[in-house]
């Protein structure tokens, strides 16, 4: 890639390709189409340089400054413009030199020699020509051109290179503040010509510029928006002109063939604008482009903070063209033509770029412009709304426009959603017919909306227009600014993907569909509606940082797409070991939970299956004692550990209870048992006692097995029920745990009389028959008296025949003893 | 016409007099002569109403900008609409006179609440300062 460098220190920029311009368009785009390109940077001091300097020098003046015109050497770099108006004198940052000259500050030596005049024209005409056919194309094109012409000499390019050096001075006007820049002139008079040979023949221009250096040039060149100023549509034409032409062609363009034409065109104009100097807003300048680093991914680079609207079509336009001039290609014939007001996955860019190149002179013709503030254009679109003139401004304006119109390859239609000039014939308040983007809309939706509209018709439309009319200060928003509001509500609309966005509308929609086809066609046809939203494609932008050449590392730029990061989150990792046995505790009590609620599911199954077996009809009836007993039967297996097993499992039961739900669930589980497994509930229960009694400190809920427990008891055998004592008893000590919990105790108490029950009831009992039971007995009575009153836990309710089974074992002294320890009375029944 | 249609858009209100109610209580009245997308409004010809009970007053405030976050409602005042009201315009000095009678009294009846409150050891945080916690 050629590139060329600059000399200069100052420039720290780094020079792209071609490539990488495209590329950051394309970043750019999307990170223009965040608020949409509405803002304009607006460099105020040189607009209002320019126009001072046009205010008081004059066309004259501008003569007079001959061949500096075309001159001007520039700073390559990125130094800013003003600075290096003011610091070096003679330079006239003329895109054109700009892209020629290879040094800044030095005249080159050639330049001198030459005089300016015929050959230096003839070569740069050759090279113009050569280097971009386009150009030529277009000279060509406009050669049989302008109407009027004041100077009235022949328009051939060629000789029109001549001018170039005039020319442009109006335009440069502005950037000579004082007087001391006349002398360099001479000296720039047409640089390019011999560094324009120098060159490879066919290497793009664009092409040797960097960027940069383009960025640099079209900032400080003040042809573009000069030529605005001179009102000339050229100046529009070239912007939008065959886009395959570089800025630096555009600006050069100015130079060569069609200087002539406008300097007809635009000189004639400097009459009526300095009448309206005064009136001028210099608000309302074109902005000159970005200067700054356009580095990949940031947004542009905004003197007016962003979501400022626009101020003005052209300039926007010409921003835009000049900023991405490849976004656009090869639309010399299609820009005429007028865009659907909101394109579908057109960028906002790109959307303004075509609305706005025909739109450039409306709603006011090209000829205006610039030229009236705020309040006055407000006052012209009253006027045009209105259907009467409001004189002033209005009334020269418009005829002026219209001589142009031909240039612009014939009269624009009248864009839908523009308020333009009305046709005479029509009513003061007519408007037409707009056209709206509904495409995002759901087709059912879109179709009520039109019928609303319709009904709706213009009532409305032609009481406001008359109130409206009457209002000074109305429209004092543009069109445009309307528009590029409207624009950022639609792209918020837009969707990659609808259900996910606007589910509960889409759902709507659908749902009134349906119910509208069911109406109209009482056939119970299942119509199924396929959903027609505008998809935009999900463009993946991904941040590349940007690097400058030859240093080191890359650039960090934060943007929309790749947005900054804001807070250093330090992630805390334990070590392995830590990290593997809270894993292992954490998934154990998963797996516990989990558990559990299966079971929960079952039984609420099983408890539900009485309800639902009597209100079920006969022939269901089997089916659901089929499902109750497999019910039943899978509950029973969930307490084995393994499939195989038969026996309840010990651990499984005390996992389940170690969580509160599960106890809670063995709870209601046990009276749906069959009775031996339930017996091994208890069993399991009794035995793992301490245990449970220790997880169970927090949430003290092991009562709730009192009642099912006692059941259980209830239908023990004696042997089981000795069993179950001595497995309550356990290993040393264990009694003395199950005595300080509360439920060990009731625990303890309800197999204590159920074995006195036992014994006093049924004579022949097999309670007797081994002495287990007395040994058992006398252990827990010793026990009972050796434990001292506090560590003993009140149970949850006393059985009345402990005092006559204690009174079997033991004398009445401790009988005593242990009626006041336990609080037993006789008369406790 | 609206420009976006099945939403909701500012765009038609444009050039209409509104009635802003903002979120320091204020009610103003102007011509909505410019939004943008954050629905920051520019008023022109702004009122500023004052009510007091019975009473209204108007003061004239020019050019007001608003932003967005700061609005309550926003309605569009219907000019045709007979003005049947049974409020009574005052002047701006009477009617400043008796916004500053209402606000004093409620100030104080919010002091002696206070102090019932603090006196039963219960503290009720003013309504004011729960936007900004």
Same mark, same amino acid.
């Given at each position: 890639?050629?590139?060329?460098?600059?000399?200069?220190?100052?420039?720290?920029?780094?020079?792209?390709?071609?490539?990488?311009?495209?590329?950051?368009?394309?970043?750019?785009?999307?990170?223009?189409?965040?608020?949409?390109?509405?803002? !304009?940077?607006?460099?105020?001091?040189?607009?209002?340089?320019?126009?001072?300097?046009?205010?008081?020098?004059?066309?004259?003046?501008?003569?007079?400054?001959?061949?500096?015109?075309?001159?001007?050497?520039?700073?390559?770099?990125?130094?800013?413009?003003?600075?290096?108006?003011?610091?070096?004198?003679?330079?006239?940052?003329?895109?054109?030199?700009?892209?020629?000259?290879?040094?800044?500050?030095?005249?080159?030596?050639?330049?001198?020699?030459?005089?300016?005049?015929?050959?230096?024209?003839?070569?740069?005409?050759?090279?113009?020509?050569?280097?971009?056919?386009?150009?030529?194309?277009?000279?060509?094109?406009?050669?049989?051109?302008?109407?009027?012409?004041?100077?009235?000499?022949?328009?051939?390019?060629?000789?029109?290179?001549?001018?170039?050096?005039?020319?442009?001075?109006?335009?440069?006007?502005?950037?000579?503040?004082?007087?001391?820049?006349?002398?360099?002139?001479?000296?720039?008079?047409?640089?390019?010509?011999?560094?324009?040979?120098?060159?490879?023949?066919?290497?793009?221009?664009?092409?040797?510029?960097?960027?940069?250096?383009?960025?640099?040039?079209?900032?400080?060149?003040?042809?573009?928006?000069?030529?605005?100023?001179?009102?000339?549509?050229?100046?529009?034409?070239?912007?939008?002109?065959?886009?395959?032409?570089?800025?630096?062609?555009?600006?050069?363009?100015?130079?060569?063939?069609?200087?002539?034409?406008?300097?007809?065109?635009?000189?004639?104009?400097?009459?009526?604008?300095?009448?309206?100097?005064?009136?001028?807003?210099?608000?309302?300048?074109?902005?000159?482009?970005?200067?700054?680093?356009?580095?990949?991914?940031?947004?542009?680079?905004?003197?007016?903070?962003?979501?400022?609207?626009?101020?003005?079509?052209?300039?926007?336009?010409?921003?835009?063209?000049?900023?991405?001039?490849?976004?656009?290609?090869?639309?010399?014939?299609?820009?005429?033509?007028?865009?659907?007001?909101?394109?579908?996955?057109?960028?906002?860019?790109?959307?303004?770029?075509?609305?706005?190149?025909?739109?450039?002179?409306?709603?006011?013709?090209?000829?205006?412009?610039?030229?009236?503030?705020?309040?006055?254009?407000?006052?012209?679109?009253?006027?045009?709304?209105?259907?009467?003139?409001?004189?002033?401004?209005?009334?020269?304006?418009?005829?002026?426009?219209?001589?142009?119109?031909?240039?612009?390859?014939?009269?624009?239609?009248?864009?839908?959603?523009?308020?333009?000039?009305?046709?005479?014939?029509?009513?003061?308040?007519?408007?037409?017919?707009?056209?709206?983007?509904?495409?995002?809309?759901?087709?059912?939706?879109?179709?009520?909306?039109?019928?609303?509209?319709?009904?709706?018709?213009?009532?409305?439309?032609?009481?406001?227009?008359?109130?409206?009319?009457?209002?000074?200060?109305?429209?004092?928003?543009?069109?445009?600014?309307?528009?590029?509001?409207?624009?950022?509500?639609?792209?918020?609309?837009?969707?990659?993907?609808?259900?996910?966005?606007?589910?509960?509308?889409?759902?709507?929609?659908?749902?009134?569909?349906?119910?509208?086809?069911?109406?109209?066609?009482?056939?119970?046809?299942?119509?199924?509606?396929?959903?027609?939203?505008?998809?935009?494609?999900?463009?993946?932008?991904?941040?590349?940082?940007?690097?400058?050449?030859?240093?080191?590392?890359?650039?960090?730029?934060?943007?929309?797409?790749?947005?900054?990061?804001?807070?250093?989150?330090?992630?805390?990792?334990?070590?392995?070991?830590?990290?593997?046995?809270?894993?292992?505790?954490?998934?154990?009590?998963?797996?516990?939970?989990?558990?559990?609620?299966?079971?929960?599911?079952?039984?609420?199954?099983?408890?539900?299956?009485?309800?639902?077996?009597?209100?079920?009809?006969?022939?269901?009836?089997?089916?659901?004692?089929?499902?109750?007993?497999?019910?039943?039967?899978?509950?029973?297996?969930?307490?084995?550990?393994?499939?195989?097993?038969?026996?309840?499992?010990?651990?499984?039961?005390?996992?389940?209870?170690?969580?509160?739900?599960?106890?809670?669930?063995?709870?209601?589980?046990?009276?749906?048992?069959?009775?031996?497994?339930?017996?091994?509930?208890?069993?399991?229960?009794?035995?793992?006692?301490?245990?449970?009694?220790?997880?169970?400190?927090?949430?003290?809920?092991?009562?709730?097995?009192?009642?099912?427990?006692?059941?259980?008891?209830?239908?023990?055998?004696?042997?089981?029920?000795?069993?179950?004592?001595?497995?309550?008893?356990?290993?040393?000590?264990?009694?003395?745990?199950?005595?300080?919990?509360?439920?060990?105790?009731?625990?303890?108490?309800? !197999?204590?009389?159920?074995?006195?029950?036992?014994?006093?009831?049924?004579?022949?009992?097999?309670?007797?028959?081994?002495?287990?039971?007395?040994?058992?007995?006398?252990?827990?009575?010793?026990?009972?008296?050796?434990?001292?009153?506090?560590?003993?836990?009140?149970?949850?309710?006393?059985?009345?025949?402990?005092?006559?089974?204690?009174?079997?074992?033991?004398?009445?002294?401790?009988?005593?003893?242990?009626?006041?320890?336990?609080? !037993?009375?006789?008369?406790?029944? | 016409?609206?420009?976006?249609?099945?939403?909701?858009?500012?765009?038609?209100?444009?050039?209409?007099?509104?009635?802003?109610?903002?979120?320091?209580?204020?009610?103003?009245?102007?011509?909505?002569?410019?939004?943008?997308?954050?629905?920051?409004?520019?008023?022109?010809?702004?009122?500023?109403?004052?009510?007091?009970?019975?009473?209204?007053?108007?003061?004239?405030?020019?050019?007001?900008?608003?932003?967005?976050?700061?609005?309550?409602?926003?309605?569009?005042?219907?000019?045709?609409?007979?003005?049947?009201?049974?409020?009574?315009?005052?002047?701006?000095?009477?009617?400043?006179?008796?916004?500053?009678?209402?606000?004093?009294?409620?100030?104080?009846?919010?002091?002696?609440?206070?102090?019932?409150?603090?006196?039963?050891?219960?503290?009720?945080?003013?309504?004011?300062?729960?936007?900004?916690?």
């Amino acid at each position: 890639m050629f590139r060329f460098q600059s000399l200069d220190e100052d420039c720290t920029l780094e020079e792209e390709d071609e490539g990488q311009i495209e590329e950051e368009d394309g970043i750019d785009q999307f990170n223009d189409d965040t608020f949409g390109a509405g803002a !304009i940077d607006d460099d105020w001091q040189e607009e209002h340089k320019r126009l001072a300097g046009l205010d008081r020098t004059g066309l004259g003046a501008g003569l007079g400054l001959g061949g500096g015109g075309m001159g001007g050497e520039s700073d390559l770099g990125g130094a800013i413009n003003s600075t290096h108006l003011h610091s070096s004198a003679g330079h006239l940052p003329l895109p054109s030199s700009l892209k020629f000259s290879s040094s800044s500050g030095l005249p080159l030596p050639d330049m001198e020699d030459r005089g300016g005049g015929g050959g230096l024209a003839e070569s740069l005409a050759r090279l113009i020509l050569e280097a971009d056919p386009a150009i030529a194309g277009v000279g060509a094109a406009e050669r049989p051109g302008p109407s009027s012409s004041s100077s009235g000499s022949s328009l051939s390019p060629l000789q029109g290179l001549e001018r170039p050096r005039v020319l442009p001075q109006p335009s440069c006007i502005p950037h000579l503040t004082q007087s001391h820049q006349l002398p360099h002139h001479p000296q720039h008079q047409l640089p390019p010509g011999p560094s324009i040979s120098g060159l490879p023949p066919g290497t793009s221009p664009m092409s040797m510029l960097s960027y940069q250096q383009q960025q640099h040039m079209l900032r400080r060149g003040t042809a573009p928006m000069a030529q605005m100023n001179s009102h000339s549509i050229w100046e529009n034409s070239m912007g939008f002109g065959p886009v395959s032409v570089t800025p630096t062609l555009v600006t050069h363009m100015e130079d060569s063939p069609l200087m002539s034409i406008i300097k007809e065109v635009g000189l004639p104009k400097r009459a009526p604008q300095g009448r309206n100097d005064e009136a001028r807003d210099l608000s309302e300048r074109v902005p000159p482009p970005r200067s700054s680093s356009p580095v990949i991914g940031s947004p542009p680079v905004r003197a007016v903070p962003i979501g400022t609207p626009p101020k003005q079509p052209m300039s926007h336009a010409l921003n835009h063209q000049i900023h991405h001039p490849t976004a656009v290609h090869v639309r010399a014939p299609i820009q005429h033509r007028y865009p659907p007001p909101f394109p579908e996955r057109v960028s906002p860019n790109t959307l303004l770029n075509l609305a706005n190149s025909p739109l450039c002179c409306g709603p006011f013709p090209p000829g205006v412009g610039p030229v009236l503030s705020q309040i006055q254009r407000a006052q012209l679109l009253n006027s045009q709304v209105a259907g009467f003139p409001r004189g002033g401004p209005a009334a020269p304006l418009l005829p002026g426009g219209g001589g142009f119109r031909p240039f612009f390859g014939g009269p624009p239609p009248p864009l839908g959603h523009r308020m333009g000039p009305p046709p005479p014939h029509c009513p003061p308040n007519h408007t037409p017919p707009i056209r709206h983007n509904t495409t995002h809309l759901h087709p059912q939706h879109r179709r009520m909306l039109t019928q609303r509209m319709q009904n709706r018709g213009g009532e409305h439309g032609r009481t406001g227009g008359d109130r409206r009319s009457r209002d000074p200060y109305s429209n004092l928003m543009s069109q445009k600014e309307k528009e590029w509001v409207t624009k950022i509500q639609m792209m918020q609309l837009q969707s990659t993907d609808p259900y996910l966005d606007d589910y509960y509308y889409q759902n709507y929609y659908e749902k009134m569909e349906k119910r509208q086809e069911r109406e109209r066609d009482s056939s119970k046809k299942e119509h199924t509606t396929k959903l027609i939203t505008p998809q935009v494609a999900k463009v993946e932008h991904t941040y590349r940082p940007v690097q400058f050449a030859g240093s080191l590392g890359k650039l960090t730029v934060s943007s929309v797409n790749n947005p900054r990061k804001m807070i250093d989150a330090v992630v805390t990792t334990r070590t392995d070991d830590e990290e593997k046995r809270e894993k292992q505790v954490w998934n154990k009590r998963r797996q516990i939970l989990y558990t559990v609620e299966k079971m929960y599911s079952l039984l609420l199954e099983v408890q539900d299956f009485e309800k639902r077996f009597v209100q079920a009809p006969e022939e269901d009836r089997e089916v659901l004692l089929e499902q109750h007993k497999s019910n039943t039967v899978q509950l029973c297996n969930s307490l084995r550990e393994k499939e195989w097993d038969d026996r309840v499992s010990d651990e499984q039961c005390v996992m389940i209870m170690s969580v509160r739900k599960g106890k809670r669930l063995i709870s209601r589980l046990l009276p749906f048992l069959p009775s031996p497994q339930s017996a091994a509930v208890v069993m399991a229960i009794s035995r793992n006692l301490p245990a449970l009694a220790k997880k169970d400190k927090q949430d003290q809920v092991l009562c709730w097995l009192v009642e099912p427990v006692s059941a259980v008891i209830l239908s023990l055998s004696s042997s089981a029920l000795t069993d179950l004592l001595q497995e309550l008893q356990g290993n040393e000590g264990q009694l003395a745990t199950v005595l300080h919990n509360k439920f060990g105790v009731t625990l303890l108490y309800l !197999i204590l009389s159920e074995g006195e029950r036992m014994q006093s009831s049924d004579s022949n009992c097999q309670l007797m028959d081994d002495n287990r039971w007395t040994e058992l007995v006398f252990s827990v009575t010793r026990e009972l008296l050796s434990v001292p009153a506090s560590s003993l836990s009140p149970p949850l309710f006393t059985p009345p025949n402990l005092l006559s089974l204690f009174s079997r074992y033991v004398d009445r002294q401790r009988l005593e003893v242990l009626q006041d320890k336990l609080q !037993i009375s006789s008369l406790s029944r | 016409m609206n420009y976006v249609p099945g939403t909701a858009s500012l765009i038609d209100d444009i050039d209409k007099k509104h009635l802003v109610l903002l979120r320091d209580g204020r009610t103003l009245i102007g011509y909505l002569r410019s939004i943008d997308q954050f629905a920051n409004l520019v008023f022109h010809q702004t009122v500023e109403r004052i009510h007091v009970g019975k009473k209204f007053g108007d003061i004239p405030r020019g050019i007001f900008i608003v932003r967005g976050e700061n609005v309550v409602l926003l309605g569009e005042i219907d000019m045709e609409k007979p003005c049947d009201t049974v409020l009574q315009q005052v002047s701006i000095e009477e009617i400043l006179e008796e916004q500053r009678l209402q606000q004093q009294s409620k100030q104080e009846t919010e002091k002696v609440k206070m102090l019932a409150l603090k006196d039963r050891g219960l503290s009720i945080p003013k309504a004011d300062n729960l936007d900004e916690y």
